[in-house]
């Protein structure tokens, strides 16, 4: 079946505007509205990423920046259905909802073609099929996802102390968890989504490592690579007050504005490197130009190349740096 | 057919007048049921007596002599040894559809002291099973009271008229105290003072599951008997601090006419304790705690009686702006059970017309059969289902004309009509 991203962006829309709504009229045919819209969105998202997994041949957490933006957006709807589901009264959907719709927006920007990485060398390739890769592209989701998820429940503490502390009632329409639980929940986000990064980033350094065993040219300063580790510096350096600090001389609020510029910094930072390395020649999680039907051949045409010892058949003008790199290695 | 109920209420007797005449043991209640059936034989009952209404319903298939507002007045005279003149004032009498809304108002709530209040549901439900206990409940009052329990179920689940609280303390712990904390049995309460405002909220955390009560109160007898009544620990007013400084939860409630905790001695307090969730309910007036002591630290959540009012007078309104709702659904509601009733009351002249054109129709087929004996099984069916169908046709209009009528009330007219011309004396 044919899908589009607006398919499901529209869906996921008409959910936050009925979201919205809910906040002064609550009913059930609105939540039910909600639930349905929400739940169209998500079997269009599904059957999308399906379909382009069908086209890469690779896994959406890999094959590309568009792939993998949808998959954390995919990630932030299943659990908003399943909470909408278990809790009829949460209002969780204006504050999740702004940022799967944001995410589903930046698929339209970032690039759908494969980066470098995976599209330039064949032992990427290879390498791409095998666990590190995977386990990479894994591990930094899921970081990220509760990044999401601590920023959102960040979001929430806020409202309700700042309701509570002005002694407004617990409105009809926007209802909160207690700061209590939220609290309790942020802190299990940030500990989770530190270590998840963390990881992420290790096995990085690792998957780059093998893939400089096959290409020269990759290089740690590439871009996204620097730009991910100072966020990740960042956000360990906010662990390290968090968990270092004693509880009686931190307040949760203090502790919930911190945690939404940690994490906010860090969405920003890796969300804005991946629209940027779309336009970073000099990036290996940057696109190249050319699609995946291409690609493949393009890779089996260095191959060929590389075991015949000619390389002229690649130097083609889409793809100087890779003609570069083989001659430099022929 | 009949149905009317006495009532004394809130709304016009003093609760002086509705403890005389209420039924507050099974004891009494198997006496009244007892003395309904000697005083009013042939006529169901239905007793509902709560701490806001003392009501009787009746109901009879055969109209004759309905127990009216003295009758019961007589009844209730009789059964508290009561003087009449002391309440017979304060009964209010209703009878058909009006008895019927009115029992669906009072289940639904829209009668109710608290509007929407949600007890009064179970309290009719356990009426209505005690009155089945006695074998006091008939047909009619048996309807009227399984409808009456849909009507408050439509209600609550069309209306908002039961959401948002109404009373202090259960703001105070359900839309606060609930909305800082996720869990009170890990929670400490401190109670200074030992007002009955600390009590009623006393009971709310109580239920929320609240772990250690502390009270402190400079008359330590006083203390020493909340203390016991609700699990806690009394503690003498020089501890004061030192609860403050332990305390998740700080009632408050003293008769003191000017602040005992102000903003540096908390602040005081809080050094010691490090910043840490803390809820207080200054529910003093004149206040107990320097409206400042809010302002120490973002932790700090403090409300006295003004902010809970302003909640409970919205919450008030809110259920207000259902009540339209509410009526319109009771109205509906009424009117379609009145149809039914008015419609069940042409049931025997139906079962009567129906009989007798099938005993017509039973006389002229047999004398058919006599006449041509050699119809087989088979025709004589076929005959026998084309009767049928001419009785129905010929009964269907009738039968819709008395179901119309039934709509505008009982049809009296209309039935005696029927009864006449086709009905044999």
Not at chain 1, 52 to 67: E, F
Not at chain 1, 202 to 217: F, M, Y
Not at chain 1, 296 to 321: C, F
Not at chain 2, 43 to 64: G, H, I, K, P
């Amino acid at each position: 079946m044919d899908v589009s991203v607006f398919c499901f962006l529209a869906s996921y829309l008409c959910a936050f505007g009925l979201e919205c709504r809910r906040l002064y009229h609550r009913t059930g045919l609105t939540r039910a509205c909600v639930l349905l819209f929400a739940a169209a969105g998500l079997v269009a998202h599904t059957l999308y990423l399906w379909n382009r997994h069908a086209q890469t041949g690779l896994p959406p957490l890999m094959s590309s920046t568009h792939d993998w933006v949808l998959v954390l957006a995919w990630m932030a709807i299943l659990v908003y259905l399943f909470l909408l589901v278990a809790d009829r009264q949460l209002a969780i959907g204006v504050f999740l909802l702004p940022l799967v719709l944001a995410l589903v927006g930046l698929a339209y920007l970032v690039s759908r073609e494969p980066t470098q990485i995976v599209r330039d060398t064949p032992e990427m390739r290879e390498v791409a099929g095998r666990a590190w890769a995977m386990l990479h592209a894994t591990l930094l989701v899921f970081g990220i996802a509760a990044a999401i998820f601590g920023l959102v429940l960040s979001l929430m503490y806020l409202v309700q102390h700042h309701r509570l502390r002005h002694k407004h009632a617990r409105n009809e329409g926007l209802i909160l968890p207690n700061l209590e639980r939220l609290a309790r929940l942020n802190n299990w986000a940030v500990v989770l989504s530190v270590p998840l990064l963390t990881l992420g980033l290790l096995t990085g350094v690792v998957l780059g490592w093998l893939a400089r065993k096959g290409s020269e040219s990759l290089s740690f300063s590439d871009p996204v690579v620097v730009g991910s580790a100072v966020a990740w510096l960042v956000l360990v350096a906010f662990f390290v007050w968090f968990a270092g600090t004693p509880a009686r001389r931190t307040s949760g609020r203090q502790v919930a504005w911190l945690t939404v510029m940690a994490f906010g910094f860090l969405l920003v930072t890796l969300i804005g490197l991946q629209v940027l390395t779309g336009h970073l020649g000099n990036s290996w999680h940057a696109a190249t130009e050319g699609g995946w039907s291409r690609s493949h051949e393009e890779a089996s045409t260095l191959a060929e190349a590389r075991a015949g010892g000619r390389i002229d058949v690649i130097a083609r003008p889409a793809m100087p740096q890779l003609a570069q790199r083989e001659a430099r290695r022929s | 057919m009949k149905l009317q109920v006495v009532s004394c209420s809130h709304r016009v007797a003093a609760l002086d007048v509705r403890e005389k005449l209420a039924f507050s043991t099974d004891e009494q209640l198997a006496r009244a049921y007892q003395l309904l059936k000697l005083s009013f034989p042939g006529s169901e009952s239905v007793l509902v007596s709560t701490c806001n209404r003392v009501e009787v319903y009746t109901a009879q298939e055969d109209a004759e002599h309905p127990p009216g507002r003295d009758e019961i007045a007589r009844f209730f005279s009789d059964f508290h040894h009561v003087p009449l003149e002391i309440f017979v004032g304060d009964l209010l009498s209703q009878s058909g559809p009006e008895a019927v809304r009115h029992l669906f108002s009072v289940v639904s709530s829209v009668d109710s002291m608290v509007l929407g209040e949600p007890q009064i549901v179970n309290q009719v439900k356990e009426a209505y099973r005690i009155a089945q206990e006695h074998d006091a409940c008939g047909p009619l009052t048996n309807m009227l009271f399984h409808r009456a329990i849909e009507v408050s179920k439509r209600v609550r689940t069309e209306t908002r008229l039961s959401e948002g609280r109404v009373s202090i303390a259960s703001v105070a712990v359900g839309d606060f105290g609930q909305s800082i904390f996720d869990r009170f049995d890990d929670k400490t309460v401190l109670v200074i003072g030992a007002g009955e405002m600390a009590e009623e909220t006393l009971r709310y955390l109580k239920d929320a599951g609240v772990g250690q009560i502390v009270v402190v109160n400079r008359t330590p007898d006083r203390a020493v008997e909340l203390a016991a009544a609700w699990g806690g620990a009394a503690r003498p007013w020089d501890e004061l601090d030192r609860w403050l400084a332990a305390a998740d939860v700080i009632v408050s409630t003293t008769g003191a006419e000017r602040p005992i905790v102000d903003a540096a001695r908390f602040a005081k307090v809080r050094a010691e304790t490090g910043i840490r969730p803390v809820f207080i309910l200054d529910l003093g007036a004149p206040r107990d705690f320097d409206p400042a002591v809010g302002a120490v630290d973002d932790s700090v959540f403090l409300y006295d009686i003004d902010d809970l009012e302003k909640t409970c007078a919205e919450n008030r309104r809110l259920r207000s702006r259902e009540l339209e709702k509410a009526q319109r659904i009771i109205d509906e509601a009424t009117e379609t059970f009145m149809q039914e009733v008015y419609y069940r009351a042409t049931g025997p002249a139906i079962a009567r017309l129906r009989e007798e054109w099938h005993d017509i129709r039973q006389q002229e087929l047999d004398v058919l059969y006599q006449k041509l004996p050699h119809l087989e099984a088979r025709d004589r069916a076929a005959i026998e289902r084309s009767i049928e169908r001419i009785i129905n046709k010929l009964l269907h209009p009738p039968l819709k004309a008395l179901k119309d009528e039934a709509r505008e009330g009982p049809p009296h007219g209309l039935l005696e009509a029927l009864k006449r011309l086709f009905l044999r004396e």
